[in-house]
Structure formats: C-alpha cells, structure tokens
C-alpha cells in the first residue's frame, strides 16, 4: 500500500510539473504575441517619421522598417517602399541609408563568392533576380522614378552585382525558369534604368535587343510594352558623361529598319492600345541615335500614311524621297478620289496624327539643339 502511494505521489508531481512547463509555455506564446502586435502597431508610426525633419528620426525609422521586413512584420514593406522617394533627399546620409536599406533586402543575398559553389552563385542570383522583379512589379508609376534613381546610384557605387545583370538579360531571353512576359518585361525595365549609370549594359547587348526586345518583326502578338520599354533603353546609350561625344549611328542599321516596320505594321492593329506610348518612344529613340533622323522619320510617316490611308502593304524604305508640293496633280487627284470612296478607320488615323506631332516636335527640339549646336561649331572652326 505504501509503494502504491508513493507512485500516486510521484504520478501527481510529475503532472504538475509538466502543466507547469505547458503554462510556461503558453505564457511564453502570449508575451510573444503581444511583442508581436506592439512591433506591428509601430510600423505606423516608424512610417510617419519618415517624413520628419529630423534626420535621425528618418535613419532609425528606415532601420526599424528594413529589420520588420526581414522578419515578416505586415505592413513592413509597404513602409519601405514609402520611404523609396527620399532618394531624392538633399541630405546624403538619407541617400546613403535608403541605398543601404534596398542593399540589404534586395541584393544582399548574394553576398561574397568565396567558398560558394557555382549553384549556390547561380541559386542567390535568381533570388535576387526574382526580388527586383517583385519589387518592380508592386511599385506604383510615382515609385518606379524613385527606383529608377535608386538603382543608377547602384550601379554608380557597384553595388548592382554583374551575374545580376547577366540573368536579367537571361529573362529577356526567356531562358530564366518561370518567366513570364510581365517578368521580361520588368527585366528590361530593370536593365533599362541600370543602363541611366552604364550605357554599356544596353550597347553591348545590340543584337539581343534586336531579337528578343522588338519581337520579331511581322510576328503576331508583337508585346508593344515590351518594345517600348526597350525603346526606352536604347535612348540610354545616347547618354555620355559631360565632355565625351556620341557617335550616331547610321539610318540603314538594322535596328532602325526593325523600329519603324514594326510601328509600319501594328499601326493597323485594333486589338492593342500600346501603338501610341510605343510610337513616342520609337521616335525620340530615333531622334537620339540615328545621325539623320529627320530623313528616317519623313520616309516613316509616308510608310505610315501610305498603310493607313491607302491600305497598300509597302515596306519601309528610308532612301526613298518624301513627297514634296512638285508631284503631278493629276496623281493627286486620283488618290483624292480612292480616299474618297474608301472610309478611312478613325483610330487608325488618330495615330498617324500621333506620330506625326511627335516627329514634329522631336523635329524641333533637334534643330535648337543638335543642328544649332553643330552650326556654331562650324562658326567658330571658320573663325
């Protein structure tokens, strides 16, 4: 009777004790819920005094944001996310945490290569390849000017590591797993504002750009988005530091030919809204490498006329003259009269007018610019 009694004793000590570990353990899972709901109701208030005048409260609010998101407090990145316009800031020190900030949680995965294998390297870049997308993809048109100047500072200062720019292109080519033409398209986004610091991050991949960024020229289902975005990186090739001069390049490149056949082509196409936002792109691209830009853009806008006017398949030609006011009237006449009696498609005809507003003012802006320039260097070289 004794034994059985100390084993009851024992029994009911070691229930106690373990009721006693299991209201440690919820008491532990309480106070950590309310750390957790305190750190979460501070994400607010970190996220007012990013706009504080104070640039310590700024630094410490930007610090507390980036530590958040690391550990998955809600609401923790969209903060940071607020905080991407103070790259703007006059301070440097804003500028250089807001940089630090993005480092850490968006390319700081990769970090050294030494003792990494080449899978573990290629693994961290596409993580950090996927975080650039995601962040490019959930940012607003106001946050995407904020990123666009986050990532030139970047690149200015080589944070923006090489294998990250080698598997963007990879994107582009549609060789990066599970991409996704909204992926191809943030990936020349991307390489497009890190080329605003590196030109050579566009010059240098000519022919991918070629292939792959304006589609095959009379393909179907051409991605106007996606050739205007590269429109948009070939105009940084154009961008040179102050004293050093551009070499323009010649109107029978291939990639001017490719340009203006695919704006020939879709400009009859009903089924896309995205003609316009490319043509303006297209155009200034034109204006910034070609070395005779006014002659590419007169033979376009005959091609564009002719396509959309008289309905004729011509291809684009750029040696061939544009029209003056000495043509044989009669011709006109009788093109008058088959525009007559054909009904010309409205929206067809809003971008022809398009196209030609933009080719007139890009016109203008080239003659006070480039060719007034050109004219008094030959002033005073004859002087």
């Not at 607010?44 to 998955?72: C, H, N």
């Not at 020349?188 to 504002?193: A, G, K, N, R």
């Not at 022809?352 to 003659?367: D, E, P, R, T």
């Amino acid at each position: 009777a004794k034994g059985g009694a100390d084993g009851g004793i024992k029994e009911n000590a070691e229930n106690a004790e373990n009721v006693a570990k299991q209201m440690a353990v919820v008491q532990y899972l309480r106070d950590g819920l309310s750390f957790t709901e305190a750190i979460s109701n501070c994400v607010p208030m970190a996220v007012r005094l990013l706009s504080s005048k104070a640039t310590s409260d700024i630094l410490e609010a930007l610090d507390f944001l980036a530590v958040a998101v690391e550990f998955g407090v809600p609401g923790a990145e969209a903060g940071v996310r607020q905080g991407l316009v103070l790259v703007w800031s006059q301070d440097q020190g804003t500028v250089d945490a807001v940089i630090s900030v993005y480092n850490r949680l968006f390319l700081s995965a990769l970090g050294g290569e030494e003792g990494k294998s080449e899978k573990e390297v290629v693994l961290k870049t596409a993580a950090v390849v996927r975080n650039l997308l995601s962040l490019v993809s959930q940012s607003s048109a106001g946050e995407i000017l904020s990123l666009e100047e986050l990532v030139r500072h970047l690149v200015e200062k080589d944070l923006f590591p090489t294998q990250v720019v080698c598997m963007l292109w990879n994107v582009v080519t549609r060789q990066f797993p599970g991409s996704t033409p909204k992926d191809v398209r943030n990936a020349m986004h991307i390489l497009s504002m890190a080329a605003g610091a590196k030109p050579e991050i566009v010059g240098a991949n000519m022919d991918t750009i070629l292939a792959h960024g304006l589609g095959a020229a009379g393909g179907n289902g051409c991605d106007l988005i996606l050739a205007k975005l590269t429109c948009c990186s070939l105009q940084r090739i154009a961008k040179r530091k102050k004293g050093e001069k551009f070499s323009h390049f010649p109107v029978s490149l291939q990639l001017f030919k490719r340009m203006t056949l695919l704006l020939e082509e879709e400009i009859t196409n009903e089924n896309t809204s995205n003609w316009c936002p490319f043509a303006e792109q297209a155009i200034l691209a034109i204006y910034k490498l070609s070395e005779h830009p006014d002659q590419l853009c007169g033979a376009l806008l005959k091609a564009l006329k002719c396509r959309v006017l008289r309905g004729e398949e011509e291809s684009f030609d750029s040696e061939e003259p544009i029209a003056t006011s000495t043509q044989d009237p009669d011709a006109d006449a009788g093109t008058s009269t088959r525009l007559e009696s054909k009904p010309i498609n409205s929206l067809f005809l809003s971008r022809l007018l398009f196209a030609v507003g933009q080719v007139a003012q890009c016109q203008m802006v080239h003659l006070e610019t480039t060719i007034a320039n050109e004219l008094k260097r030959r002033s005073r070289k004859r002087e």
